[in-house]
């Protein structure tokens, strides 16, 4: 596959492993938070932990959108499906999530709710023309990347004035979050999260370009190599953050030019201004309440605003209190460190959503690389 | 995060949606969200939708920065 | 039963009638089904008895029974549909025991609604199937529920085989430095049957493998006896069939992943949806484990056979109390392959 397997080669691989074993500093330690989810995902499923020398720790951060979600917001949906008895329609990340009582969209599925798994926002519009008797709700989760799609739906909805369609609109930001990281506790004062430097998701910056991890360089003082999705690109972007952190440099460099420019794009940019605002704070699960970091439907589209639409309340749902998903989304704990990791929280049972993701810290690690940790494992 | 992939356009169907292929594979998408694309060009497609192109010289370039910058280590 | 009476009753209307009510009734209506449509489909001395059951010679060894229910929607997808893929799983669940495959009995339940012509479809593609493979489907049941009871039809389809006398295999059976092998590319069957959904919506040339492997089994048999473990890697992929068996063996595994097939299609299609390769199902592949000296006999031996050209070593059993599939990644890191928890999902994320 061009512009894939590529960036997947594992000669080069080495070499740039080479690279970093050389130029990394024994005597110091080098913390660089993944922000984004599928390089979460990518680390682990390609063992590229391995490739890296000890002085070089990555540490997993909060971009995984499902893992994000407040319970709370997950039981919009199962309201909706199960009590109004809509066609829910969401991707299939969202499915197995277990809310209250460990309900998930699948199992109201099992009780006989309409719930329908898409691949695109179009996909849920298409099901409204094509069911004009019942109402059509597209749940919508996802950072920048995610967000035009869903606001082109809602503004062909508009235009065709389809009568049975509306959103739920979950979409959050990720610059909001790579601030409120930035100033948690942990990193601005007490120093027990020494973070070197960021690796910037891949697709959210070809939407927003690189221009507002500038702001975080800059005031913070901390480099931002933006990275594409392959392991090759994540590796390169570690070798270039390593380089920054020699240096005593703190710029934003993008490794991912060959999708992202500063600017970003800018026609998507436009459509996601014309569409929704933003929410004056929202919560994030394991975050709190993070101020201006997520999106709603503008008042102008409000008939495709299945809050609106549907009345629809938030109610907010405290997590497991032994779950640490909080604090390994901050990047504060390892999946290890939570009691729950591996005993009663499994990808088969899982507590929190740091586990029900594939690219949850805990389900990566767990199906990744737990062997990693066990003392006795064979080597063959 | 967000699972997108390098796919070229093969076939224009109207204004907004094109057919992509990624080695035999196709699928119909959305070039809505971004202006420009004919076909032959790659873009990454996310949630069936288009929302970038990739700028193969800018490929070709990252290719060798990965072979370049790991043949000479710099102190 | 009594013959259906012809003058009498009108020939059954293949190209427009459905499944209805009255076909499984066990009155005329059925009977007219059974002799018209299944028992000319599948045409053997013991259906042509019209016994509910059918009367074996003792097979001269120890005899293996298996059973599977065919739930696969949509009933049709490239390379095959629901009946060859009913009786090729039956014959390859026999064959996974080493056995060789002596007969096969169908159950079908059909939806109230199932046109005729899809049923025809589905029972001469069976009984085709059966005669490529010398294993004859020599009882049946019919039996009809209401509309929406049903994904236009289940198929139950159980396989009695024999044991040739020297063979034992058995999940439990692997042993540390055992040879893994693997029959061919893995995902065909899966991501054809995707293929064909309408909410997935992408278009290939996918093909599934759906194949009966006991012609391969015995070739392998003959090549090694002292074959270990089959298993045909089924719902769940390769990734589950290999912490099966290292879990009944209570040993672990380690892979490579560059010695595992996958068509360049089957891995695009995987990527458009965010689907793993390793953990969908195939339908005509196995997984062999054999003492390691066994290895290049099975190899060639396995080459040999049209179904297993691609054979490959593609790993080793290792001495592992946790019982974990280790996989070297061919980008030179290692990984767990773990368990699948439910059916892999389509993820965006």
């Not at chain 1, 993070?290 to 549907?310: H, K, N």
């Not at chain 2, 800018?58 to 710099?74: G, V």
């Not at chain 3, 997984?287 to 593609?314: C, F, K, N, Q, T």
Request: net charge negative.
């Amino acid at each position: 596959m061009k512009y894939i397997d590529e960036f997947r080669d594992g000669a080069l691989a080495q070499r740039i492993a080479a690279a970093i074993a050389a130029e990394a500093d024994p005597s110091r330690r080098y913390s660089f938070m993944e922000f984004c989810g599928g390089h979460t995902h990518a680390i682990s499923r390609y063992g590229i932990g391995d490739l890296l020398p000890p002085p070089v720790r990555m540490v997993h951060g909060p971009g995984c959108p499902v893992c994000v979600l407040p319970i709370g917001r997950l039981e919009l949906a199962l309201q909706l499906a199960l009590e109004r008895r809509v066609v829910l329609c969401t991707y299939g990340d969202c499915l197995r999530v277990p809310a209250s009582g460990g309900l998930s969209l699948l199992k109201a599925k099992a009780r006989g709710a309409d719930v329908r798994m898409v691949t695109s926002p179009a996909d849920a519009l298409a099901i409204a023309r094509a069911e004009p008797a019942r109402e059509v709700v597209f749940f919508a989760i996802g950072f920048e990347t995610t967000a035009p799609p869903t606001a082109l739906v809602i503004r062909d909805a508009a235009r065709e004035r389809i009568p049975n369609f509306s959103v739920v609109c979950n979409h959050v930001l990720t610059p909001a979050a790579i601030t409120h990281i930035l100033e948690s506790p942990e990193v601005r004062r007490f120093g027990t999260l020494l973070l070197d430097g960021f690796v910037g998701p891949a697709h959210v910056s070809t939407v927003i370009g690189s221009r507002p991890y500038e702001f975080f360089a800059e005031e913070y003082g901390k480099p931002v190599v933006i990275a594409g999705f392959e392991p090759l690109d994540v590796m390169q972007a570690v070798l270039m953050l390593l380089r920054q952190v020699n240096e005593g440099r703190a710029d934003v460099e993008n490794e991912f030019s060959r999708a992202v420019t500063r600017d970003g794009n800018v026609k998507a940019q436009a459509l996601v201004a014309e569409v929704f605002e933003l929410r004056r704070s929202f919560e994030w699960r394991g975050l709190g309440e993070v101020p201006y970091s997520a999106l709603r439907i503008r008042e102008v589209f409000a008939d495709y605003d299945a809050e609106r639409r549907f009345g629809l309340v938030t109610r907010p749902v405290a997590d497991n209190k032994a779950c640490e998903c909080g604090a390994i989304l901050r990047g504060v704990k390892q999946p290890r460190d939570c009691k729950l990791f591996g005993t009663v929280c499994t990808p088969d049972n899982p507590i929190g959503s740091c586990m029900v993701s594939s690219e949850g810290a805990c389900a990566a690690y767990y199906s990744y690389g737990r062997w990693r940790e066990i003392p006795g494992v064979a080597e063959a | 995060m967000c699972l997108a992939i390098p796919v070229r356009v093969v076939e224009r169907i109207d204004d907004t949606n094109a057919v992509v292929d990624l080695d035999g594979v196709r699928k119909t998408i959305s070039l809505a969200l971004v202006d420009d694309v004919r076909v032959g060009d790659y873009v990454i497609v996310h949630v069936g939708h288009a929302l970038a192109k990739l700028d193969p010289a800018e490929a070709e370039r990252t290719l060798a920065l990965f072979a370049s910058a790991s043949a000479e280590p710099r102190p | 039963m009594s013959s259906v009476r012809s003058g009498y009753v009108r020939a059954l209307d293949i190209k427009h009638g459905r499944v209805d009510l009255s076909h499984g009734a066990g009155g005329r209506a059925m009977a007219q089904l059974i002799e018209q449509l299944f028992a000319a489909a599948f045409d053997n001395e013991w259906l042509a008895q019209r016994n509910d059951a059918a009367l074996l010679q003792r097979p001269d060894g120890r005899i293996v029974v298996s059973t599977d229910g065919h739930v696969v929607s949509p009933l049709f997808f490239p390379g095959g549909d629901i009946g060859c893929l009913a009786v090729h799983g039956t014959i390859n669940d026999v064959a996974m025991l080493g056995a060789r495959p002596l007969a096969l009995s169908a159950g079908f339940i059909l939806e109230e609604g199932l046109p005729l012509a899809d049923l025809k479809r589905i029972v001469d593609s069976m009984a085709r199937a059966a005669r490529d493979a010398g294993v004859p489907v020599v009882t049946g049941d019919t039996k009809v529920v209401e509309a929406g009871k049903g994904d236009g039809v289940f198929i139950t389809t159980t396989g009695i085989g024999v044991v040739p006398p020297g063979i034992t295999i058995g999940g439990d059976r692997a042993r540390p430095g055992d040879a893994v092998l693997l029959s061919g590319s893995i995902g065909d069957h899966g991501m054809a049957v995707m293929s064909q959904r309408e909410s997935l919506a992408f278009g290939s040339e996918i093909v599934s493998d759906t194949a009966a492997l006991h012609g391969l089994v015995a070739a392998m048999l003959a090549a090694a006896p002292d074959l270990r473990v089959l298993r045909d890697p089924t719902r769940g992929g390769l990734a589950t069939t290999l912490n099966e068996i290292a879990a009944q063996s209570n040993v672990g595994m380690l892979i490579d992943e560059a010695a595992i097939a996958v068509r360049a299609q089957v891995q695009a299609a995987c990527e458009f949806l965010g689907l793993d390769p390793l953990y969908v199902a195939n339908e005509g592949k196995l997984v062999a484990v054999a003492p390691a000296g066994s290895a290049d006999a099975l190899l060639r031996a396995m080459r040999a056979h049209p179904l297993a050209r691609e054979a490959a070593l593609i790993g080793s059993v290792v001495d592992d109390p946790h019982r974990f599939v280790q996989m070297r990644t061919r980008f030179g890191g290692r990984r767990v392959v773990d368990w699948l928890s439910g059916d892999q999902l389509p993820r965006i994320c």
